[in-house]
């Protein structure tokens, strides 16, 4: 269904609908069948194969997220590191250069720092705060840069205007990957984006049922992409192809949940005696917060902190907390908690995980759709669980107080 849809959250519902209906099904049935009849295609990239990502479960979920960020086209993937790294390979070939944000998900960096270089793809590491510093690290052999809307696990938010303007004025393929702010906060392609990547596990699907990934953006380039991935095989179940789209239906509502509580709770925890720091872009005390105001439409539900007793307070509040599981990944319904340099960020070195900033103590909530206020005394409960040690950071406070 093309037809202009008008805002979002219509989009969500009925972008990419078959019509008519098939067999007056209102809900897209899964075609569970490997292969079809020959139609008379000429291309191969245009034959009917599940491998291929063209049944009609995949293009139905590509049009439908073509349409969430008002993009030309996209492509869904197995999961989102098949997004990512066939994305990479893409437009990055023997000889070639990558400029790679600093702080990125765990599974990106080590791709970045310790697969590319076996294609003999060069790369640099940049910091996405300091558009000045860019140019330094620019080769003739520059062909990519690559950041992400809100970085895994601190929530930066990097210069994504000065990201695009770089890439267009240096002929850079600019990829971003827009998981943690998803469509509803945040459309790249609006902005100016070549590709935005997602891990589709996350928000897109909320549901904690299933892997799978998304690239969107300009047609051409989807095209390329999607030639790449038929050779690399990175293709998407039909039944997790089908979840995918039913989760999809409801993101707009379940995102607002996220947006509104996650703000609520980064309040609740910037105030606590027991709790150092938090990074959360809706925040006015983030670095980034302003630019985050301008740019997005929500601030996301992801967030990190660290406590006064660094790695036992994170472990003794991860024990105390009710209602979150403990487990990684992020976006579901459910509000998970994890550590990232025991999961996420566990690959990178202890030097590197400290150079960016990120501590062994490190707690990233991904705060569900649960009852705020559910959620916030639960949070209480498990930081309050040691009442001298409470008691003790409440001294230490009025004494800095009186000084």
């Not at 805002?7 to 007056?24: D, F, L, N, Y």
């Not at 472990?315 to 579901?332: I, K, Q, T």
Request: glycine share 8%; proline share 4%; hydrophobic share 40%.
């Amino acid at each position: 269904m093309k037809d202009k849809l008008g805002s979002i959250e219509t989009k969500a519902i009925h972008a990419g609908e078959p019509r008519p209906r098939i067999a007056g099904a209102v809900v897209m049935p899964v075609f569970q069948s490997a292969t079809y009849q020959y139609a008379g295609e000429k291309n191969y990239d245009d034959v009917r194969d599940i491998r291929l990502n063209n049944t009609p479960n995949h293009l139905a979920l590509a049009e439908k997220l073509a349409a969430l960020e008002n993009a030309e086209d996209a492509v869904v993937t197995a999961s989102g590191m098949a997004a990512i790294s066939t994305s990479l390979l893409t437009f990055l070939h023997q000889g070639d250069h990558l400029l790679a944000q600093d702080c990125l998900y765990g599974g990106t960096h080590d791709f970045v720092t310790g697969d590319i270089e076996k294609f003999g793809i060069s790369y640099d590491i940049i910091d996405g705060n300091n558009a000045e510093s860019w140019e330094r690290k620019l080769k003739p052999t520059t062909k990519a840069i690559y950041i992400e809307t809100i970085s895994n696990p601190l929530m930066q938010v990097p210069d994504l205007e000065s990201v695009v303007s770089f890439a267009k004025s240096h002929g850079l393929v600019s990829m971003i990957d827009n998981t943690f702010a998803s469509p509803m906060n945040f459309r790249p392609s609006e902005s100016g984006f070549d590709l935005s990547l997602h891990s589709a596990t996350k928000y897109l699907n909320g549901h904690s049922d299933i892997v799978a990934g998304a690239v969107i953006g300009k047609s051409g380039l989807i095209e390329k992409v999607t030639h790449k991935l038929n050779h690399l095989g990175g293709s998407l179940d039909p039944h997790a192809a089908f979840l995918l789209h039913r989760g999809i239906k409801t993101v707009a509502l379940r995102v607002k949940q996220h947006n509104e509580s996650a703000l609520q709770i980064a309040h609740f925890l910037e105030k606590h005696p027991a709790v150092v720091k938090v990074n959360y872009p809706g925040l006015a005390s983030h670095p980034n917060h302003e630019r985050a105001r301008r740019l997005f439409d929500g601030f996301g539900g992801m967030m990190s902190f660290e406590l006064q007793d660094g790695v036992e307070g994170a472990e003794s509040f991860m024990r105390a907390a009710r209602l979150p599981a403990v487990a990684p990944s992020l976006g579901g319904v459910e509000t998970l908690v994890t550590r990232p340099s025991l999961t996420s960020h566990s690959g990178l070195s202890v030097d590197n995980r400290r150079k960016l900033g990120i501590s062994d103590g490190l707690i990233r909530p991904s705060v569900g759709i649960e009852a705020t206020q559910d959620l916030i005394e639960d949070f209480q409960q498990a930081l309050e669980g040691n009442p001298k040690r409470i008691a003790s950071h409440r001294s230490q406070a009025k004494a800095s107080a009186r000084e």
